[in-house]
């Protein structure tokens, strides 16, 4: 289940398809499924349906999603191409927030660290054919 936490600096539609992609990662979801409709989700997570609408269009442009009018979004079949060079800088930013939260919560850097690690093996696992 996907969590919004209000306070973060983070914008809601961003978490929301940071939770999102997780889940597709994750292999949640099925190629050919079909997500809950924009204003179902917004009602479950108590956002407007523009914030989740926004959600669905970035993980649409990012390949995970195919947004059909009337239908809903549906989970693309995804290959994994190799990262490009805009990959590492997405994925450096939040992850640099995260881990700014983490030391301030007394958590250590080698305890980060390793939870990152844990946890990239765990979803790795499960994405494997």
């Known amino acids: 289940m996907l969590r919004i936490d209000l306070a973060s ?3 809601v539609y961003e978490q929301i398809a940071n939770g999102l992609r997780a889940e597709l990662v994750s292999r949640k979801f099925s190629p050919g ?3 809950p409709t924009v204003r179902t989700l917004a009602i479950n997570l108590g956002v407007h349906h523009n914030t989740v609408a926004e959600a669905y ?3 649409a442009n990012e390949g995970w999603l ?3 009018r009337h239908h809903g979004a549906i989970v693309r079949e995804r290959n994994h191409p190799e ?3 805009d990959t ?3 994925f450096t930013r939040p992850l640099r927030e995260l881990v700014a939260k983490g030391l301030a919560d007394g958590l250590s850097p ?3 660290a390793r939870e990152m690690i844990e946890t990239a093996r765990g ?3 499960r994405t494997a054919p």
């Open 110 to 112: 080698s305890s980060l």
């Open 83 to 85: 990262a490009g060079p």
């Open 123 to 125: 979803l790795e696992e």
């Open 9 to 11: 600096r983070v914008p």
């Open 88 to 90: 590492m800088e997405r």
């Open 33 to 35: 499924e079909k997500l």
């Open 57 to 59: 269009r970035q993980l």
């Open 66 to 68: 195919e947004l059909k």
